[in-house]
């Protein structure tokens, strides 16, 4: 029993420290502070600094010899990887996933996307993760669960970029709109549709991408 509990909050750290540094409530060029952090989240710096270890291997940090753990920062080599990842298999999985989702799964789908609109009319925090967690939405009735655990771990790598794609006035709300045509096509089981609108949908996000950090004269990646 006491095995189960200690993975427990082992799993639970990860999520805790994982959703911080995708908000952005972690800085980038300073180490983690695992002493304040643990003490802050009640814990031992052991299931703490295995929490960070596991992040390390998400890609989310990295540790420096005897200087400890580090968000590792935004390039626009690590952006066009991840999309160009995503572009390859998401719109093909997505198109799998409409045509065999239950009724359960359509009307998560439709209830993840009205999460996502709100949080995004309200412009708070979330907005990343209910942008995932809708993406995750129309992947997961695709019944590929390897390739869907390939680009959930995609989605986590790529949530900060999603933050900063839409930091211009306007992305926010053009996004909202694509992603109610890709539902649409989704709910309608339109596969050639929803393919292509997926695809278009990740491609645009990469295009903002690349003009926000040539714009920030951050080339070098």
Avoid: C
Wanted: net charge negative.
């Amino acid at each position: 029993m006491t095995g189960i509990i200690v993975r427990n909050l082992s799993e639970q750290l990860v999520d805790l420290v994982r959703d911080r540094i995708l908000a952005g409530q972690v800085d980038v060029d300073r180490a983690i502070r695992q002493d304040a952090l643990a003490a802050e989240l009640g814990v031992s710096k052991i299931p703490l600094r295995e929490a960070l270890t596991r992040l390390e291997q998400e890609g989310l940090v990295r540790s420096r010899a005897n200087r400890g753990y580090f968000v590792r920062e935004l390039t626009i080599a690590e952006a066009e990887e991840v999309y160009a990842l995503r572009l390859k298999l998401e719109p093909e999985v997505a198109a799998l996933a409409s045509a065999r989702a239950t009724e359960q799964e359509r009307s998560a789908a439709m209830q993840t996307l009205a999460q996502l609109d709100e949080a995004t009319n309200a412009h708070g925090d979330g907005v990343g993760a209910f942008n995932r967690a809708f993406h995750l939405a129309l992947l997961r009735p695709s019944q590929q669960p390897i390739t869907t655990t390939m680009l959930e771990r995609l989605h986590v790598l790529g949530e900060r970029y999603v933050r900063k794609h839409l930091e211009p006035l306007g992305r926010d709300q053009r996004a909202n709109d694509e992603h109610s045509q890709l539902l649409e096509s989704w709910l309608a089981r339109d596969v050639d549709a929803v393919r292509e609108r997926m695809f278009a949908h990740i491609e645009q996000t990469v295009l903002d991408l690349r003009r926000e950090f040539h714009g920030a004269g951050n080339l070098d990646g």
